[in-house]
T-cell receptor, first 114, second 115 residues
């Protein structure tokens, strides 16, 4: 079975500071990993995905994530936070043969302060 | 590319009525669509997997007679909440899976309020 743990339900950073949102996964088979962002009262937008190619994945809006098998992690980072980055972020995992079903983490609310 | 729409975006109905929500993949064909439910400040809960031309697969604890899913074409899936009650009030989100990559793209969601 697959699972995802997001450490920190709330993260607060200053504008211009580094953003680090943590995600650890558990999977008995090679995983596919995703980060999605959700703005209030909206659906989810795909930020980036890891599908067993390059371990450092670059996404939209300046975000990137690194797949570290030894640490079973897929943390999301952005060098410099912008006010518009304030949103809910979800890490998710799926796997080959799983019918593309996603298992989501509990989410991390990112707050960006002036 | 990879745009998914949902209609309506918001619906208010009386207890006992049925509500239909549409999910469309606008620029790609989706053999598989998913329906999720999200409670305030919580993560998404998968309700069912919808495959074009076949019966939906429901997750444990989801009443299939309560939440009717139809996936009649490669670009359209519908969720009908039958005999809705206030406890069915929630944010319903669909996603469509791109066949070649398996990546899910999400619709904007439907806010259902049952009075």
């Amino acid at each position: 079975a697959q699972s995802v743990t997001q450490l920190g339900s709330h993260v607060s950073v200053s504008e211009g500071a580094l953003v680090l949102l943590r995600c650890n996964y558990s999977s008995s088979v090679p995983p596919y990993l995703f980060w999605y962002v959700q703005y209030p009262n909206q659906g989810l937008q795909l930020l980036l995905k890891y599908t067993s190619a390059a371990t450092l994945v670059k996404g939209i809006n300046g975000f990137e994530a690194e797949f570290k098998k030894s640490e079973t992690s897929f943390h999301l980072t952005k060098p410099s936070a912008h006010m518009s980055d304030a949103a809910e972020y979800f890490c998710a995992v799926s796997y080959t043969g799983g019918g593309n079903k996603l298992t989501f983490g509990t989410g991390t609310q990112l707050k960006v302060e002036l | 590319g990879a745009v998914v729409s949902q209609h309506p975006s918001r619906v208010i109905c009386k207890s006992g009525t049925s509500v239909k929500i549409e999910c469309r993949s606008l620029d790609f064909q989706a053999t598989t669509m998913f329906w999720y439910r999200q409670f305030p400040k919580q993560s998404l809960m998968l309700m069912a997997t919808s495959n074009e031309g076949s019966k939906a697969t429901y997750e444990q604890g989801v009443e299939k007679d309560k939440f009717l899913i139809n996936h009649a074409s490669l670009t359209l899936s519908t969720l009908t909440v039958t005999s809705a009650h206030p406890e069915d009030s929630s944010f319903y989100i669909c996603s469509a899976s791109q066949a070649d990559t398996g990546t899910q793209y999400f619709g904007p969601g439907t806010r259902l309020t049952v009075l």
